[in-house]
């Protein structure tokens, strides 16, 4: 089920408020715990900082791509004038974009907002085509107490509107039993369409444990002295802020010796005070706080000796459950919801009555034993409230509002309006595949609803039964004929009958019945036999990505078929779908989530009953005995290709272990085509083996007459599934549909069946299980006749094909209002309807112009947008540049075309963005995407600047402004801060140039990602010394380097290592620079060697900058070529020879942002030797020796000393895990800072 969650309440004013907190809170717990449903978030596009608060706020608990955003015009007329046409518009423009992502049901948190703002477009999801409405109920207090709220007309008829817009939503959830209650007392709602979830307490309110000096510094802060009453109520009129000070001045004083009341909020403050004087109370009584933060009010709760709560009327009274949870000992009004939420009549008062809170506040306050025992109480009563509970009564409530609208689906309809005439795209009989057969069951129940005529590849001269009974036409003629048609239907399986459809579909969008979610075989036919070029490979990537087409290209056609179904486009390109199972869509959901899919509607399987004639004895014995069965041979049958995915060697093992005297009764028969490789061999072997046990057969192909005879003579079934691709086995259904009592495994669609209609054995059952059961079947004739006449009476009440005929007409209807939506009906009707007779003037039209331009650009899955400026123009392969490949590569075949798309791009230094796609294919190695050269950029969009590029800055402006304005993110790779924390080691102009990217990327990122968590700390702490100017809601975050792309040294050394690693030899990798200290390290040597040591040092790295006398030095060296070796230049093969024939790794460096020859050595093994630095303590932890920088005795003893243990290979990630890594902290988060 697709849920979409309007979180418009979280970004206005009342974001601030209850309804706000409630709002957040409730979604953070759905989205944390789905329970199976797909969850899709709304935005308000036109609040653009509080959209991104809102995302900070969620992040991590979905994909990116389950956020969107809408966008509508302001008004310009007051609330209520006739000329306002763009409040209507919004209604229209904000139901259009709930239209799109098409949600089986639309969940609007608060109705109520936009009097005082711009907010709008609400009422509109009332009305979103073929979606459940559902709204939040918090409380009708406006109406409760009209003389105090409603004085105001304009206000007054807002108010009166929302509640009639309230009538036109299907579901209500409120927040209390006493909201329930006045709706139906209120508004006369029906009480099936309410539903009381209440409310959670977050985990941040709790007691206080431990030191309390920090609570005390801030009572100080704020004027509280000693002990005190706290209520948090602000200064609206049921808050009964002067109920408060008259019961706290009525308690005795010697009761409230020494004690204050506290209060936040009040409005008029000098009011209240001079109230609170007429009542007797002095000024150090009464301390009023004004607004405070959450630490603050958690503070105050956890501090208070009574939390007191006059309230006059709550939709729920969160701030009471909220004080109790932190330990505060509570006593509220008894009025409303309260009663509910405290659940205790001795903590209650009449908040009317001033003397009667003071009675229960002076009992409070001098009873230390009542305190405590509130206290507990407290405590337990709010463990009760946890947003989990509200979510799951949320998605129950929701659920059953999809079922009763199921039940309408498939009620039966008398005195239909005129039927819709459609196109059926499909398969015919006698065409050999199951569709065909499929189709002749339905197609007569289904002209019940629908006028059908039939399109089909079928030869025409076969079809002479449907000619008289329908028109019949060749598929080629449906494009000049479909201006006819309502809508369309495909029958869409996984072979080459249905190759035509895949491009008509294109060409004339209907309604698609998918018979099997993996589609690959049938576009791996269209590419191999039916003449569509790379039919089957740009189905690959459209639905999977680059890391689908590596697959292809690594491991074969056939491995790519059965990983991947292919069906993305297919999917995306009907107008509605229709699958026969639940577990069909969570197939979907699960290869391609958060997908622009249509409403999916679950059909049952349509099964024609034998007539009761049928079944006779006389029909059964004449039956049995044509296939040669004797009367008490007990007939076990398994219908369908034999393969491994039908378990059929489990069944034969079972078979193989049950006692001797039930294998003479039995005879198994495999009614279906063995496999012709080398499972079917295996099958042949194991039906031999049981030579002489047990009478095994396999039948071949079986015609329909010999399939029904089967099922007609058998005894018992047996239906196995190992893997399944999300279709549903017509098979089961056929066994039950005649009563033949059937064993199936719990997986898969079979997961759906209830236990009492067939037999069920776990989803992954050993063979003494599934022995055990048909056992127990074979043994109990009274057994299985009850279970094969539950199976038949399931499927004449759930299978009827005239069922499956309702649903398909439904979806019909659910295509057309797709099709409004797609072709622009739908919203052009609503805004010319909301701005008829409004005498609009151009400015507004032009606003309405405006936001459908925004909210299409806006519109479509986001993509990673890799920036290789530098890497593209001059690849130095230095360390960062071997980097930013690898990562690149791997990020590129990591995509997920759905969620987040991957793409390089580059801006030359004029600031041109252009696809760096061809740099992708030639270098990186990576199958080619397509694309156009020219890179727009798209709603959503990240754009990363992954390489170093340092210089002109400013080609990045317009890409980062055009992101921002289209609701997307920037962010920035950070590989080090050395130009500026050690600015000796880099050319003089480097720190400079370092310091205005750092600068920018700073300023204008909204992410920074590092490639170390020292890095990461770094950066931040560089960030709060500068006081740099910084983006809000920046956030950094680190990702570990990878390691295996020098993997799998080769034994057979290249000819000009052969002698360089004869010996011991220690290896240093990196350019030789300064910071890399090669000068410790040769220091360290030349003491080693003057002892007697043998080791070798082999350094490998190109000359780097300013080290020409640390060049000669090693040049010229007495040891150079014997014991010291210099490899300035290596390919990637000698560099594997050399991690693999080397005997450790040793590492100098003065500074590092990670150090990727650590977790490269250690897939090799290598011992390391490192120096003490906080990022390779990070890397390499406890598995390493380190030495003390600048110490070059330190080394030269542990260079004399045994090597230490060698790390484990998996010290590091590989650059697929990297990437991987990557990607999630972009999409769902999991920041340091």
């Known amino acids: 089920m697709r849920i979409a969650l309007d979180l418009q309440a979280c970004q206005t004013a009342s974001r601030h408020r209850g309804i706000g907190r409630y709002s957040l809170d409730f979604t953070q717990a759905l989205l944390a715990n789905p329970e199976g449903m797909e969850f899709l978030v709304g935005l308000d596009g036109t609040y653009a900082g509080e959209a991104d608060e809102v995302l900070a706020a969620l992040e991590g608990r979905r994909s990116r791509a389950a956020f969107s955003r809408y966008y509508y015009p302001g008004p310009v007329q007051p609330h209520g004038h006739p000329a306002d046409g763009l409040r209507p518009a919004a209604d229209g423009l904000v139901a259009n974009h709930y239209a799109g992502l098409s949600p089986d049901l639309v969940h609007v948190h608060s109705l109520f907002e936009g009097f005082v703002e711009h907010a709008g477009g609400s009422r509109g999801l009332a009305s979103v085509p073929g979606a459940i409405s559902s709204v939040t109920l918090y409380d009708f207090i406006p109406k409760v107490f009209a003389e105090q709220y409603l004085a105001q007309p304009e206000y007054r008829a807002w108010y009166l509107s929302r509640l009639q817009a309230l009538q036109r939503f299907d579901v209500m959830l409120c927040i209390s039993e006493a909201t329930r209650r006045d709706a139906i007392r209120l508004l006369g709602i029906q009480p099936e369409r309410l539903a009381v979830i209440h409310a959670g307490v977050g985990a941040e309110f709790k007691p206080l444990g431990g030191d309390r000096s920090e609570h005390a510094a801030l009572m100080r802060r704020f004027g509280i002295e000693d002990r005190f009453v706290l209520y948090t109520g602000n200064g609206d009129f049921r808050k009964n802020l002067t109920g408060a000070i008259e019961s706290f001045a009525k308690v005795p004083a010697a009761d409230r010796r020494n004690v204050q009341l506290v209060l936040n909020q009040v409005g008029d403050e000098k009011s209240l005070r001079e109230h609170a004087s007429q009542c007797g109370l002095r000024p150090r009584d009464l301390v009023i706080t004004g607004k405070i933060s959450d630490a603050e009010l958690i503070a105050m709760f956890q501090s208070c000796d009574v939390f007191f709560f006059p309230s006059l009327y709550e939709g729920f009274g969160l701030p009471v459950l909220e004080a109790m949870a932190c330990g505060a000992p509570t006593i509220s009004a008894d009025n409303s919801s309260l009663g509910e939420v405290v659940a205790r009549k001795d903590a209650m008062f009449d908040a009317s009555r001033p003397e009667s809170g003071a009675e229960l506040l002076a009992r409070a306050l001098r009873d230390g034993d009542y305190r405590e025992n ?366 033949l009592p059937t064993i199936v495994n719990d997986y898969a669609s079979f997961a759906e069946l209830p236990a009492q209609v067939v037999r069920k054995v776990e989803a992954r059952p050993d063979a003494a299980v599934l022995s055990a059961a048909i056992a127990a079947l074979i043994e109990d004739d009274e057994g299985r006749r009850l279970l094969g006449s539950y199976a038949y009476g399931y499927i004449r009440r759930q299978h009827d094909p005239d069922i499956t005929a309702r649903v398909y007409a439904s979806a019909v209807e659910e295509a057309r209002r797709h099709r409004s939506w797609a072709s622009g009906e739908l919203v052009v009707k609503s805004i010319a309807d909301a701005l008829d007779g409004t005498a609009s003037s151009p400015r507004e039209l032009d606003a309405v112009e405006h936001s459908l331009a925004v909210a299409t650009r806006s519109s479509g899955s986001p993509r990673l947008l890799l920036d290789l400026s530098e890497l593209v123009e001059a690849d130095y392969r230095t360390g960062v540049h071997r980097v930013v490949r690898n990562i690149a590569r791997e990020c590129l075949l990591a995509e997920r075309p759905t969620q987040l798309k991957v793409d390089v791009v580059a801006h030359d230094r004029q600031g041109r963005l252009r696809s760096a796609e061809t740099y992708a294919s030639t270098v990186l190695g990576v199958p080619p995407g397509g694309g156009p050269d020219d890179v727009s950029i798209q709603g959503g969009d990240v754009l990363m600047l992954l390489d170093s590029a340092w210089e002109a800055v400013e080609r990045y402006d317009a890409s980062i402004a055009c992101v921002h304005t289209r609701g997307g993110r920037v962010g920035a790779f950070v590989h080090d801060l050395i130009p500026l924390r050690q600015p000796q080691y880099c050319v003089d102009y480097m720190p400079a140039v370092f310091e205005q990217w750092l600068r920018y990327v700073v300023k204008h990122c909204d992410f920074l990602v590092c490639n170390s968590r020292a890095t990461a700390d770094d950066l931040s702490a560089w960030i709060k010394e500068t006081g740099a100017e910084r983006r809000e809601l920046q956030r950094i975050g680190h990702v570990h380097l990878g390691s295996d792309l020098v993997e799998g040294a080769s034994d057979v050394a290249p000819a000009r290592l052969r002698t360089i690693f004869e010996g011991e030899a220690l290896l240093m990798v990196g350019t030789v620079e300064p910071r890399k200290g090669h000068d410790l390290a040769l220091d360290a040597f030349e003491e080693a060697w003057r002892a007697g040591s043998e080791r070798r040092l082999v350094i490998v790295g190109k000359e780097g900058w300013n080290v020409t006398a640390m060049a000669d030095r090693l040049r010229r060296h007495p040891q150079f070529g014997r014991r010291l070796f210099w490899l300035e230049s290596v390919d990637d093969e000698e560099l594997r020879y050399a991690y693999g024939a080397s005997a450790a790794l040793l590492q100098a460096s003065r500074s590092e942002g990670f150090g990727l020859p650590i977790v490269e050595a250690a897939r090799y093994e290598l011992p390391l030797l490192l120096s003490d630095i906080p990022v390779f303590r990070e890397i390499a932890g406890d598995h390493a020796r380190y030495f003390t920088l600048g110490d070059g005795s330190a080394l030269a003893r542990l260079l004399m000393e045994d090597l230490p243990p060698a790390p484990p290979k998996d010290l590091g990630r590989t650059w697929s895990q990297s990437a991987q890594a990557l990607l999630h902290l972009v999409d769902r988060g999991g920041w340091d800072y």
């Open 374 to 739: 509130l206290r507990e109480f407290g405590l337990q009563r709010a463990g009760e409230y946890t947003w989990e509970r509200t979510a799951a009564l949320s998605i129950a409530a929701w659920r059953e509002a999809r079922q009763r609208k199921e039940e309408m689906v498939r009620a039966p309809r008398l005195g239909m309006p005129k039927r819709p005439r459609v196109a059926m795209v499909t398969p015919l009989p006698p065409q050999r595949t199951g569709i065909a057969d499929y189709v002749d069951e339905l197609v007569s129940p289904l002209s019940r609803y629908l006028d059908v005529d039939l399109f089909t590849d079928a030869d025409p001269e076969s079809l002479q039964a449907y000619r008289l009974r329908f028109n019949v036409r060749p598929w080629q003629s449906l494009p000049g004929l479909a201006s006819r048609y309502d809508s369309v239907i495909y029958q869409f399986g996984n072979s080459p009958f249905h190759a035509h459809m895949v491009g008509l579909l294109e060409q004339v969008p209907g309604v698609v019945v998918l018979h099997d979610v993996f589609l690959s075989s049938l576009f791996w036919y269209m590419e191999r036999h039916g003449g569509v070029a790379d039919a089957f490979r740009d189905a690959l990537a459209h639905s999977h990505g680059r890391g689908a087409l590596s697959v292809l290209a690594d491991e074969g056609e056939m491995a790519a078929r059965s990983r991947y179904p292919a069906s993305l486009r297919v999917i995306e390109g009907a107008e509605a779908l229709i699958v026969h199972s639940a577990h069909s869509l969570e197939v979907i959901e699960r290869y391609f989530p958060d997908s622009r899919r249509p409403v999916v509607s679950v059909a049952p399987m349509p099964l024609r009953l034998r007539p009761s004639s049928d079944g006779t004895p006389d029909l059964r014995k004449a039956t049995r005995s044509r296939l040669g069965l004797t009367a008490d041979e007990v007939l076990l049958v398994s219908f369908g290709f034999l393969a491994d995915t039908k378990l059929n060697h489990l069944l034969l093992e079972a078979v193989a272990g049950l006692p001797s005297a039930l294998q003479q009764k039995i005879r198994l028969v495999f009614v279906g085509e063995n496999d012709g490789g080398e499972y079917g061999a295996s099958i042949t072997q194991q039906v031999r083996a049981l030579a002489g046990q047990v009478k095994v057969e396999i039948t071949g192909f079986a015609d329909d007459a010999l399939y029904r005879d089967y099922l007609e003579a058998a005894d018992i079934a047996v239906q196995l599934r190992a893997i399944s691709r999300g279709e549903t086995s017509k098979a089961v259904y056929d066994c039950m549909a005649h009563g």
